[in-house]
Protein backbone atom coordinates (compact mmCIF):
# COMPACT_ATOMS: atom_id res chain seq x y z
CA UNK A 1 0.00 0.00 0.00
CA UNK A 2 1.43 3.37 -0.62
CA UNK A 3 2.34 5.67 1.97
CA UNK A 4 3.58 9.31 2.70
CA UNK A 5 4.79 10.20 6.10
CA UNK A 6 5.39 13.42 7.75
CA UNK A 7 7.27 14.65 10.48
CA UNK A 8 6.67 16.64 12.78
CA UNK A 9 3.18 16.34 13.02
CA UNK A 10 3.08 19.94 14.14
CA UNK A 11 6.27 22.76 14.49
CA UNK A 12 6.05 26.26 16.96
CA UNK A 13 9.07 28.47 16.41
CA UNK A 14 9.75 32.03 16.54
CA UNK A 15 10.41 34.55 13.45
CA UNK A 16 13.49 34.05 12.49
CA UNK A 17 14.42 30.21 13.26
CA UNK A 18 15.06 28.08 11.03
CA UNK A 19 12.65 24.90 10.32
CA UNK A 20 13.35 21.84 8.30
CA UNK A 21 10.21 19.38 7.51
CA UNK A 22 10.88 15.71 6.83
CA UNK A 23 8.87 13.66 4.00
CA UNK A 24 9.59 9.76 3.70
CA UNK A 25 7.41 7.69 1.30
CA UNK A 26 6.80 4.39 0.02
CA UNK A 27 4.59 4.61 -3.71
CA UNK A 28 5.06 2.06 -6.14
CA UNK A 29 6.16 3.10 -9.43
CA UNK A 30 7.38 6.43 -8.05
CA UNK A 31 7.64 9.43 -10.49
CA UNK A 32 8.16 12.62 -8.40
CA UNK A 33 7.76 14.13 -5.06
CA UNK A 34 5.59 17.33 -4.28
CA UNK A 35 5.43 19.93 -1.72
CA UNK A 36 2.73 22.03 -1.03
CA UNK A 37 1.63 24.99 1.39
CA UNK A 38 -2.12 25.20 2.62
CA UNK A 39 -3.06 28.41 4.42
CA UNK A 40 -6.67 28.67 5.02
CA UNK A 41 -8.10 26.94 1.73
CA UNK A 42 -5.98 25.17 -1.14
CA UNK A 43 -3.29 23.78 -1.37
CA UNK A 44 -0.88 25.92 -3.51
CA UNK A 45 2.19 23.83 -4.87
CA UNK A 46 5.59 24.62 -4.18
CA UNK A 47 8.04 22.53 -5.17
CA UNK A 48 8.29 18.99 -7.39
CA UNK A 49 11.42 16.91 -7.09
CA UNK A 50 12.07 13.93 -9.21
CA UNK A 51 15.55 13.56 -9.32
CA UNK A 52 17.91 12.95 -6.30
CA UNK A 53 20.48 15.23 -4.83
CA UNK A 54 19.41 18.61 -6.55
CA UNK A 55 18.57 21.21 -4.35
CA UNK A 56 14.96 23.04 -5.64
CA UNK A 57 15.15 26.93 -4.39
CA UNK A 58 12.53 29.44 -3.96
CA UNK A 59 13.56 32.22 -1.95
CA UNK A 60 13.88 31.43 1.79
CA UNK A 61 12.58 28.15 1.08
CA UNK A 62 14.23 24.84 -0.31
CA UNK A 63 14.01 21.01 -1.02
CA UNK A 64 15.62 18.11 -1.31
CA UNK A 65 15.07 14.77 -2.64
CA UNK A 66 16.93 11.37 -1.73
CA UNK A 67 15.18 8.91 -3.87
CA UNK A 68 17.76 5.54 -2.36
CA UNK A 69 16.65 6.35 1.27
CA UNK A 70 13.07 7.71 0.17
CA UNK A 71 12.64 10.78 1.81
CA UNK A 72 12.52 14.56 1.13
CA UNK A 73 13.22 17.61 3.43
CA UNK A 74 12.06 21.35 3.20
CA UNK A 75 13.77 24.02 4.79
CA UNK A 76 12.77 27.39 5.49
CA UNK A 77 15.14 29.90 6.92
CA UNK A 78 14.62 32.97 8.73
CA UNK A 79 10.97 31.66 9.20
CA UNK A 80 8.54 34.94 8.98
CA UNK A 81 4.84 34.80 10.17
CA UNK A 82 3.52 34.45 6.76
CA UNK A 83 5.17 30.84 6.50
CA UNK A 84 2.19 29.68 9.31
CA UNK A 85 0.49 26.86 7.42
CA UNK A 86 0.30 23.18 6.91
CA UNK A 87 2.89 21.75 4.60
CA UNK A 88 1.36 18.65 2.59
CA UNK A 89 4.30 16.32 0.95
CA UNK A 90 2.78 13.84 -1.86
CA UNK A 91 3.92 10.85 -3.48
CA UNK A 92 3.05 11.12 -7.33
CA UNK A 93 2.95 7.73 -9.19
CA UNK A 94 1.65 7.06 -13.14
CA UNK A 95 -1.43 8.11 -11.72
CA UNK A 96 -2.06 8.53 -8.38
CA UNK A 97 -0.99 11.86 -6.35
CA UNK A 98 -0.67 10.07 -2.21
CA UNK A 99 -0.58 13.07 0.32
CA UNK A 100 1.32 12.88 3.95
CA UNK A 101 -0.59 14.33 6.64
CA UNK A 102 0.77 17.59 7.23
CA UNK A 103 3.02 19.36 9.10
CA UNK A 104 1.42 22.52 11.05
CA UNK A 105 4.29 25.03 11.35
CA UNK A 106 3.35 27.97 13.67
CA UNK A 107 5.30 30.78 13.53
CA UNK A 108 4.96 33.44 16.21
CA UNK A 109 6.65 37.26 16.33
CA UNK B 1 -9.09 31.32 -17.24
CA UNK B 2 -11.27 30.00 -13.75
CA UNK B 3 -8.72 26.72 -12.91
CA UNK B 4 -10.24 24.16 -11.04
CA UNK B 5 -13.73 24.98 -9.90
CA UNK B 6 -16.03 23.36 -6.76
CA UNK B 7 -19.48 23.49 -6.42
CA UNK B 8 -21.52 23.65 -3.91
CA UNK B 9 -18.88 25.76 -1.09
CA UNK B 10 -21.03 24.94 1.41
CA UNK B 11 -23.44 22.20 2.26
CA UNK B 12 -24.99 20.58 5.10
CA UNK B 13 -27.04 17.19 4.26
CA UNK B 14 -28.96 15.37 7.16
CA UNK B 15 -28.00 11.59 7.55
CA UNK B 16 -29.55 9.45 4.46
CA UNK B 17 -29.53 12.36 1.68
CA UNK B 18 -27.67 12.41 -1.09
CA UNK B 19 -25.74 14.91 -2.77
CA UNK B 20 -23.31 15.69 -5.87
CA UNK B 21 -20.32 17.73 -5.52
CA UNK B 22 -19.13 18.74 -9.21
CA UNK B 23 -15.56 19.79 -10.08
CA UNK B 24 -14.93 21.87 -13.32
CA UNK B 25 -11.81 22.35 -14.98
CA UNK B 26 -11.06 24.09 -17.84
CA UNK B 27 -6.83 23.61 -18.25
CA UNK B 28 -7.44 20.60 -20.35
CA UNK B 29 -6.16 17.98 -17.83
CA UNK B 30 -6.22 14.50 -18.03
CA UNK B 31 -6.13 13.55 -14.53
CA UNK B 32 -8.31 14.46 -11.71
CA UNK B 33 -8.64 13.51 -8.11
CA UNK B 34 -11.17 14.07 -5.38
CA UNK B 35 -9.49 14.37 -1.70
CA UNK B 36 -11.27 14.51 1.95
CA UNK B 37 -9.31 16.59 4.51
CA UNK B 38 -10.09 15.92 8.22
CA UNK B 39 -8.38 17.75 11.05
CA UNK B 40 -4.93 15.48 11.76
CA UNK B 41 -5.78 13.47 8.48
CA UNK B 42 -3.80 15.31 5.74
CA UNK B 43 -5.65 15.00 2.23
CA UNK B 44 -6.96 11.20 1.50
CA UNK B 45 -7.79 10.28 -2.02
CA UNK B 46 -11.67 9.09 -2.40
CA UNK B 47 -11.05 8.40 -6.41
CA UNK B 48 -9.61 9.92 -9.08
CA UNK B 49 -9.20 9.60 -12.88
CA UNK B 50 -6.90 9.41 -15.99
CA UNK B 51 -8.76 10.14 -18.69
CA UNK B 52 -12.41 11.07 -19.97
CA UNK B 53 -14.58 7.68 -19.14
CA UNK B 54 -12.02 6.38 -16.20
CA UNK B 55 -12.14 6.39 -12.71
CA UNK B 56 -10.21 4.83 -10.32
CA UNK B 57 -10.48 3.90 -6.36
CA UNK B 58 -8.34 5.64 -4.00
CA UNK B 59 -7.58 4.77 -0.38
CA UNK B 60 -10.93 6.11 1.37
CA UNK B 61 -13.53 5.32 -1.61
CA UNK B 62 -16.51 3.41 0.32
CA UNK B 63 -19.37 5.44 0.60
CA UNK B 64 -18.91 7.19 -2.70
CA UNK B 65 -19.18 6.91 -6.28
CA UNK B 66 -17.72 9.29 -9.22
CA UNK B 67 -18.08 10.07 -13.03
CA UNK B 68 -16.28 11.73 -15.45
CA UNK B 69 -18.52 11.47 -18.17
CA UNK B 70 -16.77 14.80 -19.86
CA UNK B 71 -12.90 16.01 -19.88
CA UNK B 72 -13.23 19.33 -17.85
CA UNK B 73 -15.76 17.50 -15.28
CA UNK B 74 -15.69 15.15 -12.57
CA UNK B 75 -18.63 14.85 -10.03
CA UNK B 76 -18.32 13.00 -6.51
CA UNK B 77 -21.87 11.62 -5.21
CA UNK B 78 -22.52 10.40 -1.88
CA UNK B 79 -25.73 7.95 -2.28
CA UNK B 80 -26.91 8.14 1.54
CA UNK B 81 -24.63 10.62 3.92
CA UNK B 82 -23.68 9.50 6.91
CA UNK B 83 -21.99 12.03 9.82
CA UNK B 84 -18.35 10.18 8.94
CA UNK B 85 -18.44 11.93 5.69
CA UNK B 86 -18.38 15.33 7.49
CA UNK B 87 -15.14 16.87 6.01
CA UNK B 88 -13.92 19.33 4.00
CA UNK B 89 -13.48 17.85 0.31
CA UNK B 90 -11.31 19.07 -2.18
CA UNK B 91 -10.37 18.41 -6.35
CA UNK B 92 -7.30 18.57 -8.04
CA UNK B 93 -6.52 18.27 -11.51
CA UNK B 94 -2.98 17.72 -13.74
CA UNK B 95 -1.34 17.07 -16.92
CA UNK B 96 1.04 14.15 -16.83
CA UNK B 97 4.24 14.89 -14.76
CA UNK B 98 2.93 18.10 -13.90
CA UNK B 99 1.74 19.76 -10.24
CA UNK B 100 -1.82 19.07 -9.46
CA UNK B 101 -3.87 22.32 -9.09
CA UNK B 102 -6.72 22.37 -6.62
CA UNK B 103 -10.11 23.69 -5.99
CA UNK B 104 -11.34 25.54 -3.34
CA UNK B 105 -12.90 23.26 -1.21
CA UNK B 106 -16.50 22.19 -0.53
CA UNK B 107 -17.49 21.86 3.27
CA UNK B 108 -19.71 19.28 3.82
CA UNK B 109 -21.44 18.55 6.86
CA UNK B 110 -23.63 15.63 7.80
CA UNK B 111 -26.46 15.99 10.72
Redesign the interface.
Known amino acids: EDKVVQSPLSLVVHEGDTVTLNCSYEVTNFRSLLWYKQEKKAPTFLFMLTSSGIEKKSGRLSSILDKKELFSILNITATQTGDSAIYLCAGRNTDKLIFGTGTRLQVFP | NAGVTQTPKFRVLKTGQSMTLLCAQDMNHE?M?W?RQDP??????IH?S?GEGTT?K??VPDGYNVSRLKKQNFLLGLESAAPSQTSVY?C?S?FQ?????????TRLTVV
Not at chain 2, 40 to 45: D, K
Not at chain 2, 99 to 105: D, S, Y
Request: charged share 20%.
Open positions: YYYGMGLRLYVAGEFARGDEAFFGQG
